[in-house]
């Protein structure tokens, strides 16, 4: 878990104007708005793209926790606190005086009376003053530490904004949901859509054709363009167009900020290893599937001894929860 420790240039965010204006306007007057999707989708570049524009317009700052990069003392909590700078981490208010022994204080100690504050009444004060807002970057390991955080920064300041990022929603009544999808290949007959222009950033001049093969066969995903792309170092576009539908996208890797970035395949690994034992049995059952499915394909598949049917439903909403599977349309239920 870290802090916004890292001030990398922030790569182009390509065909997000929908969800960049919308998360612009929910920022001037939502408290909480969490962007999900599936790994990869491009969430975390998309949220701190527009959170820079916005602090950087009106003067502002960004207190970033990254959930997703390690176990940390404290949880989110202390790491939040940390970002703020280590008064904050110790519980004092950077606005008060260091205070010293005062009457009748304990003998070797300090008296701390009106020198400190709770932590997260502190933080709360410099959020105020710097005008900033908290990022809860990539929650979903940390998922119900980051709902208590939030819950207790309100108590401390009910205006405070922030913004997460994660496959699944908080679950907290204030939300806004903000779903970011995988990018779309066409836009209409002959119209190349944000994926295909996401590659040919990367490519550059290249014959259209084969750039939609590309793209369609990696659905749209913009870390799965990125592996893909990267791939030209070693063959060509034709070569990969041939080959990206057959060697398994998934296993495509390269270097990335994040090692569960460096393939498709880490990314979902990642959210695996957080699925209950009858969800990852359900999740790996319904991979035989080639396409759609209703819910009873999907109990007919997944339904076993250890699997009883009564729970592939319920399973099936948390893995759609959890940004695994598609509501792709409704007939009744989940498909």
């Known amino acids: 878990m870290t802090t916004w420790a890292d001030r990398r240039p922030l790569p182009g965010v390509v065909g997000r104007a929908v969800e960049h204006e919308q998360l612009s306007g929910l920022l001037d007057r939502a408290r909480l708005v969490t962007l999900t999707?599936?790994?990869?989708?491009?969430?975390?570049?998309?949220?701190?793209?527009?959170?820079?524009?916005?602090?950087?317009?009106?003067?502002?700052?960004?207190?970033?926790?990254?959930?997703?990069?390690?176990?940390?003392?404290?949880?989110?909590?202390?790491?939040?606190?940390?970002?703020?700078g280590p008064a904050y981490a110790a519980g004092q208010d950077p606005a008060q005086p260091p205070a010293g022994p005062g009457p009748g204080a304990p003998p070797g100690g300090a008296h701390r009376a009106d020198a400190t504050t709770e932590p997260l009444a502190a933080l709360a004060a410099y959020c105020r003053q710097r005008r900033a807002i908290v990022l809860l970057d990539d929650c979903d390991p940390q998922l119900d530490a980051c709902a208590q955080l939030v819950r207790r920064l309100w108590r401390a300041d009910p205006a405070l904004r922030i913004v997460a990022t994660a496959r699944g929603p908080l679950g907290l009544a204030e939300e806004r949901v903000v779903e970011i999808a995988p990018l779309p290949v066409t836009l209409g007959e002959g119209i190349a859509g944000p994926a295909v222009e996401l590659l040919a950033a990367r490519t550059g001049t290249a014959a259209p054709e084969l750039l939609v093969a590309v793209c369609q066969a990696l659905e749209g995903s913009p870390l799965a363009i990125a592996l893909a792309a990267q791939q030209l170092d070693r063959m060509s576009l034709p070569q990969l167009a041939a080959q990206v539908g057959t060697d398994g996208p998934l296993f495509y890797a390269g270097p990335a900020a994040t090692v569960r970035h460096t393939s498709l395949y880490a990314a979902q690994a990642a959210g695996y290893a957080l699925c209950s034992p009858v969800d990852r049995q359900v999740w790996a059952r319904l991979s035989v599937l080639p396409g759609d499915f209703d819910p009873w394909l999907a109990g007919c598949v997944c339904a076993s001894s250890d699997v009883p049917a009564a729970a592939v439903e319920g399973a099936l909403e948390r893995l759609r929860t959890a940004s695994v599977v598609e509501c792709v349309r409704d007939a009744g239920g989940v498909h």
């Open 37 to 84: 999707g599936a790994a990869g989708v491009g969430k975390s570049v998309l949220a701190r793209a527009v959170l820079e524009e916005h602090t950087a317009r009106y003067d502002g700052t960004v207190l970033r926790v990254g959930c997703w990069d390690g176990p940390a003392r404290g949880g989110p909590t202390e790491a939040l606190l940390r970002a703020a």
